[in-house]
């Protein structure tokens, strides 16, 4: 066994380790079957420790849904200074690259919606919501007024990218920039699609890259 198992860690290392094993763990199996004995047995403590920091199995996997998503999150996160365009742009590269990185750990997190605990579907819920504000932003900053409209249109485009992002980023082998320029492209349509005035030429610009 590694020596940097048997090293003795404080409290907060120790609650970190665990969470850190349980995402990587989704590497191999969906959160459903991350369980409190395998975490145990990877860091070379006993359950009841595990249950200590996290209180049940739900516990655990809300951490571990909790430490992705923000993984996620901070991947991808807008980069203020680019133009609105190139943000969209730049912000979706990030995106799927993650999802080609870290492919079992974003498909678990995304089906992580179907789990039977009522904190982690939430927490999935509030990626979306995060997802959805971004374009949100990136609409307006072309211009396009806030509307309830705007916000329906765009969370279920966030349902459509996530889609896509699970059966062209990790099941194919199409390139990225493809798979971007379909994102860029479907937002923006989008956007149009609800009668929204979107600048001359983004259309046309978005994905001609």
């Excluded at 048997?6 to 409290?11: F, G, K, S």
């Excluded at 099941?171 to 994102?183: F, K």
């Amino acid at each position: 066994m590694a020596s940097s198992r048997r090293t003795r860690l404080r409290p907060e290392e120790r609650r970190d380790q665990l969470v850190a094993l349980g995402v990587a763990t989704l590497a191999n199996r969906p959160l459903s079957e991350v369980t409190v004995e395998e975490i145990a047995a990877e860091a070379d403590v006993s359950t009841g420790l595990v249950y200590y920091y996290f209180g049940s199995k739900n516990g655990l996997h809300h951490e571990i849904v909790l430490r992705a998503r923000d993984s996620m999150l901070h991947a991808s996160e807008p980069r203020d200074e680019l133009p609105p365009l190139e943000r969209l742009h730049d912000t979706l590269v990030r995106l799927v690259a993650y999802v080609r990185e870290h492919g079992p750990t974003f498909y678990s997190l995304v089906r992580g919606a179907a789990s039977g605990d009522e904190e982690v579907r939430e927490l999935i819920e509030s990626a979306r919501r995060e997802q959805t504000e971004r374009a949100v932003a990136a609409a307006m900053g072309m211009g396009v007024p806030d509307s309830e409209m705007l916000r329906i249109a765009l969370r279920s485009w966030v349902a459509l990218a996530e889609q896509a992002l699970v059966d062209g980023g990790l099941n194919t082998d199409i390139p990225a920039e493809e798979l971007v320029a379909y994102l860029e492209k479907s937002m923006l349509g989008v956007v149009n699609a609800m009668g929204a005035e979107l600048p001359a030429g983004v259309l046309t610009a978005a994905g001609a890259r």
